[in-house]
């Protein structure tokens, strides 16, 4: 054992970056520690006072526990059956003041998916933390509204480019982070792709990328009109603006949401010449998101998508970019491999599938930054079908999966390594020799079940 963490260490030492080696960007936000302490009242106070108004609606929403009429749009339908075997359905639904709400019908009722409708019933008690997640509210009446959902013409565009229900559905969670069918859910997680199909920074990256490349081509055409502008000045804000248009259209998914603010503050702190690249940037965009929208404290989603960038911070601090072509194709690899590993023992504690193929989600991860962009113009051009005959093998593949959840002490533990490994690099070590053992042991649950 000994060794081995030798071999490491030389490895390590061989392939990292020494910090001080670095020159670029080293302005830091903040210079002392009062700055730290204002910027942490600031947004205490603005947690504090929207925290307040979250407690407010609380108060309102349970403050009759009689009967009440609420109004919201319908974001997910499905059936499930009780004690008895008779099925009934449950639907979830958004409120007026954006809070999420469950709710069952026992009526034979047609598809309300992004519907807006008026329920008379009455709330069922809850906490307030419960309540940032989501709440029961009993069905007396169920009544459709005339308003119509904006995005309804592109989803009907895209129902009319596949023959298959089940993909037209699968696109749809892709573009507009709707509801995605069990059967398609429960296959993403088996197969380990479940971040690929749920919308995230992931996206946003890619998205980034394809809209930089489109618009710098549009841009080269004016640029001898102003030669004076900065490209990717000029590129990079309007990246934002087209992503924020996006961030509003998916409703402000937590983690897109976490993944456009954090791009956002680079933009402008980049061309301050701030450093980015650091962990004390990360917490501050994370210190903002939660103020502003303090049901994030309770979001899965954004609890991922933020460990998931820290794993990221922590590969470019440990491993140096590429000087030579073939390290150039090794590099993707490599990155998904550590960050899939990283992110095994965390989704674990959250999400119990494991199977043989989940491994196979570092390549896929890989594909699915050409397999993006490309559907997306496909849709455009009306053949947006093209990749059904793959994507219907793949979620057809019969998968034997596994439950096993990480224990708590396990998490703890992994998180503390996690911080750890932001200072120490043998730290980091130890984390990676856990996800691998983590990887090992899975398998072997896998093996003997």
């Given at each position: 054992?000994?060794?081995?963490?030798?071999k490491?260490?030389?490895?390590f030492?061989?392939?990292?970056?020494?910090?001080?080696?670095?020159?670029?960007?080293?302005?830091?936000?903040f210079s002392s520690?009062?700055?730290?302490?204002?910027?942490?009242?600031?947004?205490?106070?603005?947690?504090?006072?929207?925290?307040?108004?979250?407690?407010q609606?609380?108060?309102?929403?349970?403050?009759?526990?009689?009967?009440?009429?609420?109004?919201?749009?319908?974001?997910?339908?499905?059936?499930?059956?009780?004690?008895?075997?008779?099925?009934?359905?449950v639907?979830?639904?958004?409120?007026?003041?954006?809070?999420?709400?469950?709710?069952?019908?026992?009526?034979?009722?047609?598809?309300?998916?992004?519907?807006f409708?008026?329920?008379?019933?009455?709330?069922?008690?809850?906490?307030?933390?419960?309540?940032?997640?989501?709440?029961?509210?009993?069905?007396?009446?169920?009544?459709?509204?005339s308003?119509?959902?904006?995005?309804?013409?592109?989803?009907?565009?895209?129902?009319?480019?596949?023959?298959?229900?089940s993909?037209?559905s699968?696109?749809?969670t892709?573009?507009f982070?709707?509801?995605?069918?069990?059967?398609?859910?429960?296959?993403?997680?088996?197969?380990?792709?479940?971040h690929l199909?749920?919308?995230?920074?992931?996206?946003?990256?890619?998205?980034?990328?394809?809209?930089?490349?489109?618009?710098s081509?549009?841009?080269?055409?004016?640029?001898?009109?102003?030669?004076?502008?900065?490209?990717?000045?000029?590129?990079?804000l309007?990246?934002?603006?087209?992503?924020?248009?996006?961030?509003?259209?998916?409703?402000?998914?937590p983690?897109?949401?976490?993944?456009?603010?954090?791009?956002?503050?680079?933009?402008?702190?980049?061309?301050?010449?701030?450093?980015?690249?650091?962990?004390?940037?990360?917490?501050?965009?994370g210190?903002?998101?939660?103020?502003?929208?303090?049901?994030?404290i309770?979001?899965?989603?954004?609890?991922?998508?933020?460990?998931?960038v820290?794993?990221v911070?922590?590969?470019?601090?440990?491993?140096?970019?590429?000087?030579?072509?073939?390290?150039?194709?090794?590099?993707p690899?490599?990155?998904?491999?550590?960050?899939?590993?990283?992110?095994?023992?965390?989704?674990?504690?959250f999400?119990?599938?494991?199977?043989?193929?989940?491994?196979?989600?570092?390549?896929?991860?890989?594909?699915?930054c050409?397999?993006?962009?490309?559907?997306?113009?496909?849709?455009?051009?009306?053949?947006?079908?093209?990749?059904?005959?793959?994507?219907?093998?793949?979620?057809?593949?019969?998968?034997?999966?596994?439950?096993?959840?990480?224990?708590?002490?396990l998490?703890?533990?992994?998180?503390?390594?996690?911080?750890?490994?932001?200072?120490?690099?043998?730290a980091?070590?130890?984390?990676?020799i856990?996800?691998?053992?983590?990887?090992?042991?899975?398998?072997?649950?896998?093996?003997?079940?």
């Amino acid at each position: 054992m000994r060794e081995i963490l030798t071999k490491c260490w030389r490895f390590f030492q061989r392939n990292t970056i020494n910090a001080k080696q670095t020159k670029i960007l080293r302005v830091n936000l903040f210079s002392s520690p009062l700055h730290w302490t204002v910027f942490v009242a600031i947004c205490g106070c603005i947690f504090t006072l929207n925290l307040y108004q979250e407690y407010q609606s609380y108060l309102r929403y349970l403050g009759d526990l009689n009967t009440k009429e609420i109004q919201g749009q319908v974001i997910a339908q499905y059936t499930k059956q009780d004690k008895n075997g008779k099925p009934y359905f449950v639907i979830k639904l958004r409120s007026q003041d954006g809070h999420i709400l469950y709710t069952t019908s026992k009526e034979d009722i047609k598809d309300l998916s992004h519907s807006f409708v008026r329920i008379f019933g009455k709330p069922l008690q809850c906490d307030f933390l419960q309540y940032l997640r989501s709440c029961f509210f009993v069905n007396f009446s169920l009544s459709l509204e005339s308003q119509k959902d904006s995005r309804n013409v592109l989803r009907e565009a895209i129902d009319r480019q596949h023959a298959q229900e089940s993909m037209a559905s699968l696109y749809k969670t892709l573009y507009f982070a709707d509801f995605l069918p069990k059967e398609l859910r429960d296959t993403s997680n088996k197969l380990g792709i479940a971040h690929l199909v749920a919308i995230s920074g992931f996206h946003l990256g890619v998205l980034s990328l394809s809209l930089g490349f489109v618009l710098s081509l549009v841009y080269r055409i004016f640029q001898s009109y102003v030669p004076y502008r900065n490209r990717f000045f000029d590129l990079s804000l309007l990246v934002l603006v087209f992503l924020f248009i996006y961030l509003c259209v998916l409703s402000f998914t937590p983690s897109f949401l976490r993944a456009w603010v954090m791009a956002a503050f680079s933009f402008v702190l980049l061309y301050s010449g701030v450093k980015v690249l650091d962990f004390t940037f990360l917490f501050l965009v994370g210190v903002v998101c939660v103020s502003l929208f303090p049901h994030l404290i309770c979001s899965v989603g954004f609890f991922l998508s933020f460990m998931g960038v820290f794993y990221v911070y922590l590969f470019l601090r440990y491993f140096r970019f590429p000087h030579h072509w073939i390290e150039i194709f090794i590099l993707p690899l490599l990155f998904n491999a550590v960050i899939f590993l990283n992110m095994l023992i965390v989704v674990h504690f959250f999400f119990p599938y494991f199977s043989a193929y989940s491994i196979a989600s570092i390549l896929l991860s890989i594909a699915f930054c050409v397999f993006f962009p490309l559907s997306i113009v496909g849709h455009v051009f009306g053949v947006g079908w093209i990749f059904d005959s793959l994507l219907l093998k793949l979620f057809g593949m019969p998968i034997t999966a596994i439950e096993v959840f990480t224990p708590t002490w396990l998490f703890i533990v992994y998180l503390c390594l996690g911080l750890l490994s932001i200072r120490f690099v043998k730290a980091y070590i130890l984390l990676l020799i856990s996800a691998v053992a983590f990887l090992g042991y899975l398998y072997y649950n896998l093996w003997v079940a």
